[in-house]
């Protein structure tokens, strides 16, 4: 006997997904149900994790970046039992010292525990001062973050809205370039880069080096599977989209109705 539990798909959201596609041009859309919850258990996140589960199990080679709802979908896959052919690998390096969605370490374990596949984890700083990559501690370290992005068969990340200079999260993350940050027209981020409403990435200040997937290169890739929620993404999602970094489009209805309302 065989159990399984499966993502509940609306047929009647069919019509919503198509559109949003076509708007933006990419490979595949989901749009799952959204309620009130900020939690792991919500429905949104649920139903993510139920789907991403599913999704992710035609890939070997996974490269991961941190974002609030990977890190809350971690909580909700149900585990499938892939094995060893399987390996998650981060695609930047860990921020910050108390947000726990900010780092890749553990969300890299939470992935690679529900496939019993591998994982490398990664010891580098995703804003890395320059000057320390003289050393050769911390130039191995980067060499290994970098080395675990050749051969990926898909990526999964989130994106940023654009920044609120007052939240932790950009204190934290950005405390390093922040000054540089509240003189941009960002609207968005990807891997910690930031970029404005024409998808131009802004450069870091002299003195501090990106340990991130080089965004250029997710064009590359076979499989791009971004995770969203929230109307206030909409504008990132779509620029992002445009230029051809997201293949694949999991997001809440805010985030859909935002993005038809554009």
């Known amino acids: 006997v065989k ?20 708007l933006l041009g990419i490979d595949a859309v989901h749009v799952f149900p959204e309620d009130d919850s900020d939690t792991p258990a ?10 991403l589960s599913r999704e992710l199990m035609q890939f070997d080679r996974i490269g991961l970046a941190w974002s ?33 969605w900010l780092q890749s370490n553990s969300i890299l374990d939470r992935f690679a525990s529900n496939y019993s596949a591998k994982a490398v984890f990664t010891q ?18 980067f060499r290994l973050l ?19 200079f007052n939240s932790s999260f950009i204190q934290e993350v950005a405390g390093p370039v922040y000054k540089v940050l509240s003189s941009m027209n960002a609207i968005g981020d990807l891997f910690g880069s930031f ?5 131009v990435f802004f450069s870091l200040p002299a003195g501090y080096t990106l340990a991130s997937f080089p965004i250029s290169q997710l064009r590359t ?14 504008q990132a999602i779509a620029v992002a989209a445009k230029l051809g970094y997201i293949k694949t489009l999991a997001i809440d209805e805010s985030a859909a109705n935002a993005l038809l309302s554009m």
Not at 195 to 199: A, C, L, P, Q, V
Request: charged fraction near 20%; aromatic fraction near 8%.
């Open 146 to 164: 970098q080395s675990g992005w050749q051969g990926l068969d898909a990526a999964v990340f989130g994106i940023g809205a654009k920044p609120d």
């Open 195 to 199: 970029f404005d409403d024409s998808g």
């Open 221 to 234: 890739l076979p499989h791009t599977i971004c995770l969203a929620s929230g109307a206030e993404k909409a």
């Open 3 to 22: 159990v399984e539990v499966l993502p509940y798909k609306d047929p009647n959201r069919a019509p919503l997904e198509n559109r949003i596609k076509q």
């Open 68 to 100: 609030r709802t990977v890190y809350r979908a971690s909580f909700r896959l149900i585990p499938q039992n892939i094995g060893p052919r399987m390996c998650f690998t981060p695609l930047q390096g860990n921020a910050g010292v108390s947000i726990p």
């Open 124 to 141: 580098c700083s995703v804003f890395t001062p320059t000057d320390a990559l003289d050393t050769p501690l911390e130039k191995e370290r």
């Open 42 to 51: 919500s429905q949104f996140i649920s139903s993510l994790g139920a789907w």
